[in-house]
């Protein structure tokens, strides 16, 4: 699906901006912006910056995943602003190839990973990797950050601060990937609370289009959803009972990693399990 946004070519599900027969790459709209308008661009998400989505604006690969041979392209991109989670598989598969944050510090690419780095940040070239990752090296659910944490809003704000000083203009792409994920583990209320992140992601673009009305584009789509999630069903008169939902505290990722592990461990009985 972001190969189709991306590049207007619809092609095999597993792959990236490729044709179906993985031999024929499709040029993104980020890089045409970039090489053919000499626009800055940035590539933001909530998940890996190697999976998928993200990778549909910088890498062409017969599979999605390939995740150290999109991380090189990442660094060859020449981009200059990539944040949010960790990249999957850094030193390859096996293990045992070059790393990729070096390879990108050696492609002249400050390699950030603590908030008080990503505050000092002022220009690129740059990637701002979360320093509170979780699960999968993505960045934590939403329902799960602390107010000392950094949100997807914060590192959209980031991106327009380094990439609005090229005065040729820039492009950027903001991934709330997590809320797919919530999805396919039919987390509804994470699901819920990562979607009003993206929404509050979105916001601070508006308020940069509304200071620059004139040549602002910003342009919102929505993902499949994964998980079977439904609005309701006849045999609740279609009722939500969404008020339930504000009782979970944390997401299933959080719950599994705290205290599902734990019991696992400590072969804790079901009854105490409910106890607790």
């Excluded at 990637?127 to 799960?144: C, F, P, Q, R």
């Excluded at 005065?167 to 209320?189: L, S, Y």
């Excluded at 602002?216 to 339930?244: N, P, R, S």
Aim: proline share 1%; aromatic share 10%.
């Amino acid at each position: 699906t972001a190969t189709s946004l991306s590049t207007g070519h619809k092609t095999y599900s597993g792959s990236i901006n490729v044709d179906e027969t993985g031999t024929v790459e499709y040029e993104t709209i980020s890089e045409k912006l970039h090489s053919q308008k000499g626009y800055s661009i940035g590539v933001i998400t909530s998940v890996n910056l190697n999976h998928a989505t993200p990778a549909a604006f910088y890498a062409h690969q017969a599979s999605r995943n390939d995740y150290y041979d999109i991380g090189l392209e990442l660094v060859d991109s020449g981009f200059e602003y990539f944040a949010g989670g960790g990249l999957l598989d850094p030193d390859g598969a096996e293990g045992d190839q070059e790393n990729l944050y070096d390879l990108a510090e050696q492609a002249g690419y400050n390699v950030v990973t603590t908030q008080a780095e990503a505050e000092k940040v002022t220009g690129g070239p740059v990637v701002i990797i979360d320093e509170h990752l979780a699960d999968s090296d993505a960045m934590a659910y939403e329902l799960d950050r602390t107010d000392d944490m950094w949100a997807l809003s914060d590192y959209v704000a980031k991106g327009i601060e380094v990439l609005s000083q090229d005065e040729d203009g820039f492009f950027m792409m903001c991934e709330g990937g997590k809320i797919d994920w919530a999805c396919h583990a039919n987390d509804a209320a994470s699901t819920i609370h990562d979607t009003q992140a993206l929404a509050d992601a979105v916001q601070v673009a508006i308020d940069f289009a509304a200071e620059h009305p004139e040549e602002t584009l910003i342009l919102v789509t929505g993902d499949h959803e994964t998980g079977g999630l439904t609005i309701g069903f006849a045999g609740t008169d279609y009722d939500t009972y969404l008020d339930l939902l504000a009782n979970q505290k944390i997401s299933f990722a959080k719950y599994d990693s705290d205290y599902v592990a734990k019991y696992k461990e400590n072969k804790t009985s079901f009854e105490d399990v409910l106890v607790d």
